[in-house]
């Protein structure tokens, strides 16, 4: 079985300040992960995903995670916060290797302010 | 090229009534999957079809949940004698051949049961 839990329901920051969104997850194999962001009333768009390459992941819009397998954890950072970003922020889990379903956590909402 | 499409965008149906949602995955993608993402429960796997193989139904709900997938390509979703607590938005993904598995997701619709 497999699970993600995002530690934060929501998460405010000031523009310009640093971001952190917190997912831990579990998962009996070899875990691909991911980030997927939600705008407003717009569709799931992916972030960045980890497979089996490097640790740390560069993904789009200055996003990036750190994979940790000691910690069993995937946590989302950004130096810089936009107001463009405040949307809603998903850690997602599959297994690695295969083309199963996505298993979600439960969502990070993000508000930037000035 | 064209994403991940849905139709109908929004759907109000009355209680009872069946309805049908249509999914157009990405052109030569294999596999396609169904979500829903609702306040209560999050976002959640329904099912999963790849190429010709017998689909994964692991996540339907209950037997009113029902979908197909013709000519490997578009799909439709069914939900028969519909209830309130079917209203949530209905997200369809789709995946190419490869090792990315990453999936691209549509824009989803978004089914009130009045």
């Known amino acids: 079985a497999q699970s993600v839990t995002q530690l934060d329901s929501h998460v405010s920051v000031s523009e310009g300040t640093p971001v952190l969104l917190r997912c831990n997850y579990s998962?009996?194999?070899?875990?691909?992960l991911f980030w997927y962001v939600q705008h407003p009333n717009k569709g799931l768009q992916l972030l960045l995903k980890?497979?089996?390459?490097?640790?740390l992941v560069k993904g789009i819009n200055g996003f990036e995670a750190e994979f940790k397998k000691s910690e069993t954890s995937f946590h989302l950072t950004k130096p810089s916060a936009h107001m463009s970003d405040a949307a809603e922020y998903f850690c997602?889990?599959?297994?690695?290797?295969?083309?199963?379903?996505?298993?979600f956590g439960t969502g990070t909402r993000l508000q930037v302010t000035l | 090229g064209a994403g991940v499409s849905q139709s109908p965008s929004n759907k109000v149906t009355e209680k009872g009534k069946d309805v049908e949602l249509r999914c157009d995955p990405i052109?030569?993608?294999?596999?396609l999957y169904w979500y829903r993402q609702s306040l209560g429960q999050g976002l959640e796997f329904l099912i999963y079809?790849?190429?010709?193989?017998?689909?994964?139904k692991s996540g339907l709900p209950s037997d009113r949940f029902s979908a197909e997938r013709t000519g490997g390509s578009v799909s439709t979703l069914t939900i028969q004698r519909t209830q309130q607590e079917d209203s949530a938005v209905y997200l369809c993904?789709?995946?190419?051949?490869?090792?990315?598995?990453?999936?691209?997701f549509g824009p989803g619709t978004r089914l009130t049961v009045t």
């Open positions: 993904a789709s995946r190419g051949a490869g090792g990315s598995y990453e999936q691209y």
């Open positions: 998962s009996s194999y070899s875990p691909s």
């Open positions: 980890y497979t089996s390459a490097a640790t």
């Open positions: 997602v889990v599959s297994e690695r290797g295969t083309a199963s379903k996505l298993t």
């Open positions: 052109s030569g993608h294999t596999a």
């Open positions: 079809f790849q190429g010709n193989s017998a689909p994964d």
